[in-house]
């Protein structure tokens, strides 16, 4: 293999630059010439290629986002657009191709592989919702801002006497949530794998209020689980007290990685290129039970993660005894 292409596609995740800088250098360690696709599949489809030798990759160590920017690109699932991308890899010779981005970029890297281009997706989402992988790309620094977040959250709360909704990303994955809601000491936590009803936040909060010196309560719900205005005006109305409801949005997905991101980042990446190295195609990186591996990509997008299930029940019941306190 002389010739490797890098994408990055979906929502941009902390630690995408340093996945980018690690497939890109240890395929230049190996005699591989690296090339960068600019707007993910969007960019591919218009020929938007550049030599990684082009670029200090290094200057991209530390920051968020990523520099190679990232695109939504429903059409790619049309054969003809598809056709066109392929085309302007093999004009220049390249043979492989690695895709970092959640479930839809791992569609069409599957897309891809059965187009004959060898292709490698590694899990590069805030959501943590790609089971071939205990913990993707952008997750841990995502579930570092989101608790810096409530931290600050609980300051005015508590000086107003306050009852704050936190609502977290997660695309149906309650990670985020339940993670960070755990770290904070959230007095109630809901995610689409613990749902709540409106009726029983509603009942816990009021019980809430009437412990002595309370001057806080923290709820932390997934997105998408319920309209946040609508319940932050049945908690009022319920509780008499001041609520207030705050959707974190985009701020998730921007900042700094974490050092652990950074790290899990470059050894997945490098092991993209081991497995390309090694002829192989099709396959998502991932870690589980602290091993990277890799995993088909259409078993990566119906598997169910074992250790992971079962640690986040663990997760779970630690949470129901708090709130039970």
């Not at 306050?162 to 809601?181: F, H, K, P, Q, T």
């Not at 002595?212 to 319940?231: A, H, M, N, T």
């Amino acid at each position: 293999m002389k010739k490797i292409a890098i994408l990055t596609s979906g929502g941009d995740a902390p630690g995408m630059n340093n996945a980018v800088r690690a497939v890109a250098k240890h395929a230049k360690a190996n005699g591989i010439e690296a090339f960068l696709v600019y707007e993910g599949y969007k960019g591919l489809y218009n020929d938007q290629i550049i030599p990684a030798d082009s670029v200090d990759l290094d200057a991209y160590i530390n920051q968020g986002g990523t520099f190679i920017y990232s695109a939504r690109f429903p059409e790619f699932k049309d054969e003809n657009i598809r056709k066109v991308a392929i085309d302007n890899l093999q004009k220049r010779n390249i043979e492989a191709l690695v895709v970092i981005g959640g479930d839809g970029s791992y569609k069409g890297a599957q897309l891809l592989h059965e187009a004959g281009v060898k292709t490698i997706g590694l899990p590069g989402t805030i959501d943590n919702d790609i089971a071939a992988s205990d913990y993707t790309i952008g997750y841990d620094t995502a579930l570092n801002t989101i608790v810096d977040a409530i931290d600050k959250i609980r300051d005015t709360a508590k000086s107003h006497q306050r009852i704050m909704i936190v609502e977290v990303m997660g695309n149906g994955c309650g990670d985020l949530a339940l993670y960070s809601g755990l770290a904070t000491g959230a007095e109630i936590i809901a995610t689409n794998q613990y749902k709540l009803s409106n009726e029983e936040i509603v009942e816990k909060s009021k019980e809430l209020t009437k412990q002595p010196g309370r001057r806080s309560i923290i709820i932390v719900v997934s997105e998408k689980c319920y309209d946040i205005k609508e319940l932050e005006k049945q908690i009022q109305e319920g509780t008499g007290w001041d609520t207030r409801s705050n959707p974190l949005n985009h701020i998730q997905r921007g900042g700094r990685p974490s050092a652990q991101e950074r790290i899990l980042a470059s050894l997945l990446g490098q092991k993209a290129v081991d497995f390309l190295l090694e002829g192989k195609s099709g396959l998502a990186v991932g870690i589980i039970k602290n091993d990277i591996v890799g995993v088909p990509i259409l078993e990566a997008l119906s598997m169910e993660n074992a250790s992971k299930n079962k640690f986040i029940q663990k997760a779970i019941k630690f949470n129901k005894l708090n709130q039970a306190k």
